[in-house]
């Protein structure tokens, strides 16, 4: 059965290669029938369960119904599944915790082989005999070794009396198959690792390469944070101190090495046994993490040392695990949009869709991805650290205590909000206990662009961004600075405001990346995007409607505005477990046009015109169907050419 | 020119790719003219010499009649000769210091390109466009890169202001080209080493990969010696120390690296340089170098971990040259013939002539080839150390004080001898002088050759190797220890002698190495043998024809018998130069029929027979072209059937 499969092109897996010990090509008999210990009666459709499975099944489990397709004949037609869901997880595909599906196709292959005993006639090494054992059961010929094997071999074969299981590296169609890995007997797992290494914190995820099954998942700080907050202050930290990057390069392996033991420890799984790592991060932690200098992209031309996909082994950079780990970091796009954008792009896809999908990523720089399957185009824009809380008076990380949802009354201007770590809204019963405990600290990123729509759609702040200061007259929420006035959310300790200069920031923030997103726009030559993806930590705790309300993204239906999480870490996994994944996006990163924001006229002008707040209301039809914006003295004053023209003459005052 | 000569399949290098400043293209016209700066005239046969070319020959030499192939244009017929001994060394082959012609195709090949600058248009990173510029110049597709480049690169190009020299490793034809080490500019030398690690020495060459001349030797000890003189004592040390193996491997890379300083010092030529590296030894040293146990090779079944080719980057050994640096180890035959054997049979080739040739190494073990193009058929005998003077009362390696060579006159039974570095014989003027200085401190393997074989002509010892203790009352050199006697060679400090445990010993060795010649020359169905080639130090220094008394070797004309020097080492120097004789000695080991003297009933019989000295004296009718040889009783009693049976039967007693 499992060659028909095979014929028929279903991938059915098999680590023993046909002996009945691995049970991974357990398939699901739907309609046929067999014997279990009887001869073959004319009306069965498949073989009777033979000693080779009964063996089987009295070692391990073989539920009702289930065979192993390397042992069963076909007699007749039948129907079967290849079951998603067993014990030792045979399955084709398998859903993982963020519900995507991602069918296997690892570049590491367990292969069960018996080798022959050595013979004083023909002289060959141990090595060289499981080499022809591996090219007899397997195919695999012309097999490279990795050096570390030769002195492990012939303690290895004379444990397991001659049985193996080898773990053959084979990524690209052109490679040469290498042996990577050798155990006693039969093994039954092995697993790789994808990360995502962002400027603020470090994803990991532990799979099963056979299964396909996510094991553990964690996070951590990226401790480079203590050589500078955000990526050009690393920058300038390499530049400005001659151990600079090497200390980043080791601050960035310690913690992945800690992730490694974290996620090892919660799976169960030995460090030995990981074989396989996918790494992306955008270009300034893509080359930190490889021990590169990252100064060239700290200015024009932005030359990155190495864009195309990385292959390496994991003792090159200090991550032990076993000997023959193979590491793989996807390309990146370009000086500014790294491997993290390109694995977002391959986990959401754009390049394989209809819809022109707008994909968005948002720290210090905004990756910005626009296409569909005929056509896709990359930037990032220079929006700053606001969006993450950095440069905003009250501005915080989101972690518990931040304010992360504010709702403003247009009548009172009295403010509500909600904190990481309350249940309860700040007008709800349980509010001031659970705050007495927690600690009211500070704002978040998904809390600033609140405050500062709710406070537009409020009247607070004018289309151009000035806190009005005839208000302080009508609440007590409304404070004076010198020339300029604030916004007080929190009385005491600490006290909490939206300044004039933290509205300055969050425009500069919007505008670059709304310019961006409408330079891409113009390259594609269209006005409206038909699905927004809201990628990382910004883009899961966003409102999409306040987004929108702000500018920050285009007009689109509301309901296809969605966070994707930690796109970044899917693609990764994906490519972790399917190498078709990695020639995918490799494909796709060569074909994406790339777009230097800096070189192109046209993205100043949009800047300008984007520092307002909308931008400009009828930009919005789709936000007008679920806010009520404020009547604006604008849409009165004339067309929206000159009303751009008369923005860009303040923008010069 | 350059584009002619490749279309003819004569291969001309080129470094810079046909921009006229390697000069490696340099090639002498012997017929047809040329202008020197003038325009080209109606009888020239080539163009003239352009800017290009005397740019060229101002900055470095161009001599008379040379022209750059790369820049000169054919116009007529001419003759054109590839100069074997331009100062630049752009020969196709060239002379070593040992007299051979190797044609050169290295593993390595060294690329000068010109980089695309970096285009904020066209964001591929700096390594990328080193890759598309190496594939448009140099036709290398799909290139890998070592990872430690990854690091290098930018530094690299802007240092060489976008022009570098790229060294390419591709070994196999199905191995991807490589990447494996980079130089600003134009680079115009690589270099490789060729070692050959003997038990006793290791002897090392360092040569220049573009023009194959060998730049410098050297030779040192193995520091393994201190764990155990010859091969079983090492492998026993291993078998009952815990770190016996670790402290072997690591006692022999020492040496190692001291040699590679060594002969880098002597040719004026940096560590970084060094680009590939070639290392031939017997099956245990193979081992112990490359880190592997040894102990399955101290009993049945013998088995090597590895027999194949192994390839690896010499930072995995703790080589320390350049860090792309790569290693190519030849396969061995068999559990006791190594890679030192395939090597000199690489060297020697009997498998590439018509002539059936013998080729012997002796050392602990010898390791025997014979062969020709038809059928290779391989072995090795356990004959003990003897041959190098171990085991022998007065025995010691061949070095300054021991005695090399001696005559015994038959009538007064008075030696005479030559000590290693001692100019006159004994007997000769200035002998005592030199003596008083130099020493006579014992005797080496070639000395023990000649004074057994002496003493068997001068009628001192029987065909069955008794020393006769009749002469004593003749000759003062006679001496009596217990039941048996010995022979005085030198009275005073030390005394030198030969007793019956010496001679002994000798018979044990040579019979052992006699009769596995013998049946390798069963498996040819042959009696007698066209060529013998005797390698190593031990057969460089002895005498064919006391060899042959002895009957160490079969009867073959005496002209047919060479010393072929260190064939290990030149097999090395081979493959490093020319990829193609890896291939060669690959295919060449695969088809050798490997023959284990001890599962052979012949071995024995043929053993038992040539403890006999010279074996049976019929069967040297050449030896008896030279020599006298000694009137026997055994030539008038009968057949050598008979004769056999009756040396068996004592052989029992």
């Known amino acids: 059965m499992l060659e028909a499969a095979r014929q028929l092109g279903v991938y059915v897996e098999s680590v023993c290669g046909g002996r009945a010990t691995c049970g991974r090509c357990q398939v699901s008999v739907q309609e046929g029938n067999f014997a279990k210990h009887k001869i073959v009666s004319s009306?069965?459709?498949?073989?009777?369960?033979?000693?080779?499975?009964?063996r089987y099944a009295s070692i391990r489990e073989l539920p009702e119904g289930r065979r192993l397709s390397c042992s069963a004949h076909i007699l007749g037609d039948l129907v079967i599944d290849v079951p998603?869901?067993?014990?030792?997880?045979?399955?084709?595909?398998?859903?993982?915790?963020d519900g995507r599906v991602i069918e296997r196709d690892a570049a590491v292959h367990m292969c069960y082989v018996e080798v022959e005993e050595p013979d004083m006639h023909k002289p060959l090494g141990d090595l060289d005999r499981l080499k022809a054992a591996i090219a007899t059961d397997w195919k695999y010929e012309n097999l490279e070794v990795d050096f570390h094997l030769n002195p492990r071999v012939q303690s290895v074969l004379r444990k397991g009396d001659w049985k193996v299981t080898a773990a053959i590296h084979k990524d690209e169609g052109s490679d040469r198959p290498?042996?990577?890995?050798?155990?006693p007997g039969l093994k039954n797992e092995a697993y790789g690792i994808a990360c995502d290494i962002g400027s603020t914190t470090i994803a990991m995820h532990l799979s099963s390469l056979l299964s396909g099954r996510t094991v553990a998942s964690a996070g951590a700080s990226n401790p480079q944070i203590r050589f500078g907050e955000d990526l050009m202050s690393r920058v300038s930290y390499v530049m400005m101190n001659p151990d600079g990057r090497e200390g980043m390069t080791n601050a960035v392996r310690e913690a992945?090495?800690?992730?490694?033991?974290?996620?090892?420890?919660?799976?169960?799984?030995?460090?030995?046994d990981i074989l396989e790592a996918v790494f992306v991060g955008n270009p300034i932690m893509h080359h930190l993490f490889l021990g590169i200098d990252p100064t060239e992209l700290g200015g024009a031309p932005f030359a990155l040392a190495v864009s195309g996909a990385v292959h390496l082994k994991a003792s090159e950079i200090g991550l032990p695990m076993n000997a023959g780990t193979r590491v793989y970091v996807l390309p990146c796009i370009a000086g500014h949009v790294g491997a993290d954008a390109a694995a977002a792009t391959l986990s959401e896809g754009p390049h394989r869709q209809d819809e022109m999908m707008l994909l968005v990523d948002i720290g210090t720089n905004a990756?910005?991805?626009?296409?569909?399957?005929?056509?896709?185009?990359?930037?990032?824009s220079p929006t700053g650290p606001a969006f993450e809380g950095a440069e905003i008076s009250s501005g915080q990380r989101a972690a518990?205590?931040?304010?992360?949802?504010?709702?403003?009354?247009?009548?009172?201007?009295?403010?509500?909000?909600?904190?990481?770590?309350?249940?309860?809204?700040?007008?709800?019963?349980?509010?001031?206990?659970?705050?007495?405990?927690?600690?009211?600290?500070?704002?978040?990123?998904?809390?600033?662009?609140?405050?500062?729509?709710?406070?537009?759609?409020?009247?607070?702040?004018?289309?151009?961004?000035?806190?009005?200061?005839?208000?302080?007259?009508?609440?007590?929420?409304?404070?004076q600075n010198g020339r300029t006035f604030s916004y007080l959310i929190q009385q005491g300790e600490p006290r909490i405001t939206i300044t004039q200069n933290d509205v300055r920031a969050i425009q500069l923030a919007k505008a670059a990346l709304y310019a961006g997103v409408k330079l891409l726009m113009d390259k594609q030559g269209i006005d409206h995007v038909d699905r927004?993806?809201?990628?990382?930590?910004f883009g899961t705790f966003i409102d999409p409607k306040y987004a929108m309300v702000l500018g920050l993204i285009p007009d689109c239906p509301l309901d296809k505005v969605k966070s994707v999480g930690n796109?970044?870490?899917?693609?990764?996994?994906?490519?972790?477990?399917?190498?078709?994944?990695?020639?995918?996006i490799e494909e796709t990163v060569r074909k994406i046009e790339k777009i230097e924001t800096a070189l192109e006229a046209k993205f100043q002008e949009h800047f300008v015109y984007a520092m307002a707040l909308p931008n400009k209301v009828d930009a919005f039809p789709e936000l007008a169907k679920v806010v009520t914006l404020p009547e604006r003295k604008m849409s009165a004053e004339g067309s929206g050419d000159e009303g751009t023209g008369r923005r860009r003459r303040r923008n010069r005052e």
Chains 1, 2 share one sequence.
């Not at 998603?84 to 915790?97: E, H, L, Y």
């Not at 992945?256 to 030995?272: F, P, T, Y």
């Not at 399957?373 to 990359?378: E, G, K, L, N």
């Not at 001031?432 to 704002?443: N, Y």
Request: negative net charge; hydrophobic residues 40%.
């Open 567 to 584: 796109a970044a870490g899917t693609g990764a996994r994906m490519a972790l477990l399917n190498r078709g994944y990695r020639r995918e």
């Open 367 to 380: 990756e910005i991805v626009l296409g569909n399957r005929h056509r896709v185009v990359a930037a990032s």
């Open 256 to 272: 992945l090495n800690g992730l490694i033991d974290k996620v090892c420890a919660d799976g169960g799984v030995s460090r030995e």
């Open 400 to 479: 518990p205590g931040a304010i992360e949802r504010v709702r403003i009354d247009p009548v009172t201007l009295e403010p509500r909000f909600r904190v990481i770590g309350i249940e309860p809204w700040s007008d709800e019963p349980g509010f001031a206990e659970a705050a007495e405990k927690v600690g009211v600290t500070g704002i978040c990123g998904s809390g600033i662009i609140e405050v500062i729509a709710e406070m537009y759609l409020a009247g607070i702040i004018s289309e151009d961004g000035v806190v009005d200061g005839s208000l302080a007259a009508r609440s007590p929420r409304i404070l």
């Open 532 to 537: 927004i993806g809201l990628a990382g930590a």
């Open 84 to 97: 998603q869901d067993t014990v030792i997880n045979a399955q084709v595909v398998r859903k993982d915790s």
């Open 43 to 54: 009306n069965d459709h498949l073989s009777s369960i033979g000693p080779k499975e009964q």
């Open 178 to 183: 290498r042996l990577v890995a050798l155990y």
